[in-house]
């Protein structure tokens, strides 16, 4: 029998059902104003299509307690990538994000988007074949890469430390051999995306910053991601700070907040005071063996990110900024610098309920907002119909 979502009100009772949070029929009745009838066959071929699950009953008012439905999250699965500078993070994931195989090479993204690109088309095969699931399963693949990404059509645009990935169709190319829809968004949004459902899922108004190799943001507001009308929303690492107006910046100008507060510029800063230090992750190490002259560094870098981000607590005015990527690591002390600044220079009202605070995924907020952006996608109203439509 063939299955389809386009019968009245199948795809707004799903909808309904999507967060996860069961529901009786008649809950579903009184909530999307359709008869109990109506209802009860829109759930009954949500359950042949495999979408929705019944799970335990509700407590009874008197008589046999009435059936719960939910959610099936096992219907499907997504792909979640995060495309790093030095490194590439897949994960399979089901409906409801649970992470269910999960998979890093140690490929840069500065050896060209075919070569990264095959390593992660070869990565997912491997995976579902290593959870013994049909490639068939997958509803779609999210992508973040680190640079600014075109929203409309998924190619990076003039990514600085990309080389070779300037209006590559990375989705064309990797729907191509995988077959399934591929969205394709800025690193720094999808994470944004994965640190709120894993650790913010009530916050509305929140900023994500990464500091890596690069600095970024991601912006949610209102509930909503905001990338901008050409998808670059959110660039803070070139964005220019008083204090280095001659620190030459790889973008062609000087004075930008990656020059002066990234991974790699604070290890230049510490290498010029004769501390042997090439990376960001020599300047965590230092920090975590006691280094006074790297926790300086580290505290001043947070105090120039704290400069920038007093203007979007102004502009944006959110209730949690969420410092993330590998500089990180280092701990309060980065934040210290961040709060320090943000505090004394932004409006009371502003920071009077403002939590500056460290990223809780450990690393996983891109590749789990990778995951979140194809099943958005997968299970919209407008998609869900050729998502889904199966023979059972």
Same mark, same amino acid.
């Given at each position: 029998?063939?299955?389809?979502?386009?019968?009245?009100?199948?795809?707004?009772?799903?909808?309904?059902?999507?967060?996860?949070?069961?529901?009786?029929? =008649?809950?579903?009745?009184?909530?999307?104003?359709?008869?109990?009838?109506?209802?009860?066959?829109?759930?009954?071929?949500? /359950?042949? /299509?495999?979408? !929705?699950?019944?799970?335990?009953?509700?407590?009874?008012?008197?008589?046999?307690?009435?059936?719960? $439905?939910?959610?099936?999250?096992?219907?499907?699965?997504?792909?979640?990538?995060?495309?790093?500078?030095?490194?590439?993070?897949?994960?399979?994931?089901?409906?409801?994000?649970?992470?269910?195989?999960?998979?890093?090479?140690?490929?840069?993204?500065?050896?060209?988007?075919?070569?990264?690109?095959?390593?992660?088309?070869?990565?997912?095969?491997?995976?579902?074949?290593?959870?013994?699931?049909?490639?068939?399963?997958?509803?779609?693949?999210?992508?973040?890469?680190?640079?600014?990404?075109?929203?409309?059509?998924?190619?990076?645009?003039?990514?600085?430390?990309?080389?070779?990935?300037?209006? $590559?169709?990375?989705?064309?190319?990797?729907?191509?051999?995988?077959?399934?829809?591929?969205?394709?968004?800025?690193?720094?949004?999808?994470?944004?995306?994965?640190?709120?459902?894993?650790?913010?899922?009530?916050?509305?108004?929140?900023? $994500?910053?990464?500091?890596?190799?690069?600095?970024?943001?991601?912006?949610?507001?209102?509930?909503?991601?905001?990338?901008?009308?050409?998808?670059?929303?959110?660039?803070?690492?070139? &964005?220019?700070?008083?204090?280095?107006?001659?620190?030459?910046?790889?973008?062609?100008?000087?004075?930008?907040?990656?020059?002066?507060?990234?991974?790699?510029?604070?290890?230049?800063?510490?290498? =010029?005071?004769?501390?042997? =230090?090439?990376?960001?992750?020599?300047?965590?190490?230092? &920090?975590?063996?006691?280094?006074?002259?790297?926790?300086?560094?580290?505290?001043?870098?947070?105090?120039?990110?704290?400069?920038?981000?007093?203007?979007?607590?102004?502009?944006?005015?959110?209730?949690? !900024?969420?410092?993330?990527?590998? /500089?990180?690591?280092?701990?309060?002390?980065? !934040?210290?610098?961040?709060?320090?600044?943000?505090?004394?220079?932004? /409006?009371?009202?502003?920071?009077?309920?403002?939590? !500056?605070?460290?990223?809780?995924?450990?690393?996983?907020?891109?590749?789990?907002?990778?995951?979140?952006?194809?099943?958005?996608? =997968?299970?919209?109203?407008?998609?869900?119909?050729?998502?889904?439509?199966?023979?059972?």
């Amino acid at each position: 029998m063939a299955s389809n979502l386009s019968g009245p009100g199948v795809g707004e009772l799903f909808q309904l059902l999507r967060d996860g949070e069961p529901r009786t029929r =008649a809950e579903l009745a009184k909530t999307s104003g359709l008869a109990r009838s109506t209802v009860a066959a829109r759930v009954d071929e949500l /359950m042949r /299509m495999g979408l !929705i699950t019944p799970v335990a009953d509700a407590v009874s008012t008197g008589g046999r307690p009435p059936s719960q $439905f939910a959610l099936n999250p096992a219907s499907r699965v997504v792909i979640g990538a995060d495309i790093g500078a030095s490194h590439t993070t897949v994960a399979v994931t089901d409906l409801a994000g649970t992470i269910l195989a999960e998979r890093t090479g140690d490929i840069a993204v500065a050896t060209g988007p075919e070569a990264v690109l095959n390593w992660l088309v070869d990565a997912v095969t491997e995976l579902m074949i290593e959870i013994d699931l049909e490639r068939s399963l997958i509803a779609a693949i999210g992508v973040g890469v680190p640079g600014p990404v075109e929203h409309s059509t998924g190619r990076p645009a003039g990514p600085p430390i990309m080389p070779g990935w300037d209006g $590559f169709d990375v989705p064309g190319w990797v729907q191509q051999h995988l077959h399934v829809p591929v969205l394709v968004d800025n690193d720094v949004n999808i994470s944004a995306l994965g640190e709120r459902a894993a650790a913010w899922p009530t916050t509305d108004h929140l900023i $994500f910053v990464k500091v890596a190799t690069g600095i970024g943001a991601g912006i949610i507001s209102g509930g909503q991601l905001l990338r901008g009308a050409q998808g670059i929303g959110g660039d803070l690492g070139h &964005v220019r700070v008083a204090r280095g107006a001659d620190v030459p910046c790889h973008c062609g100008n000087t004075g930008c907040l990656e020059a002066l507060a990234s991974g790699p510029a604070i290890a230049r800063n510490l290498a =010029a005071q004769g501390i042997e =230090a090439r990376s960001g992750h020599d300047v965590v190490e230092l &920090v975590k063996g006691g280094s006074l002259d790297a926790v300086q560094a580290v505290r001043q870098a947070g105090r120039d990110l704290g400069e920038v981000l007093t203007a979007s607590v102004s502009l944006l005015n959110p209730s949690v !900024i969420v410092i993330g990527g590998a /500089m990180a690591r280092v701990g309060e002390h980065l !934040i210290a610098g961040v709060r320090e600044v943000v505090y004394t220079r932004s /409006m009371p009202l502003a920071t009077e309920q403002l939590a !500056i605070v460290q990223s809780a995924t450990a690393g996983q907020a891109a590749v789990r907002g990778a995951s979140m952006l194809a099943v958005e996608y =997968a299970l919209s109203p407008e998609i869900l119909p050729r998502s889904f439509s199966l023979t059972r």
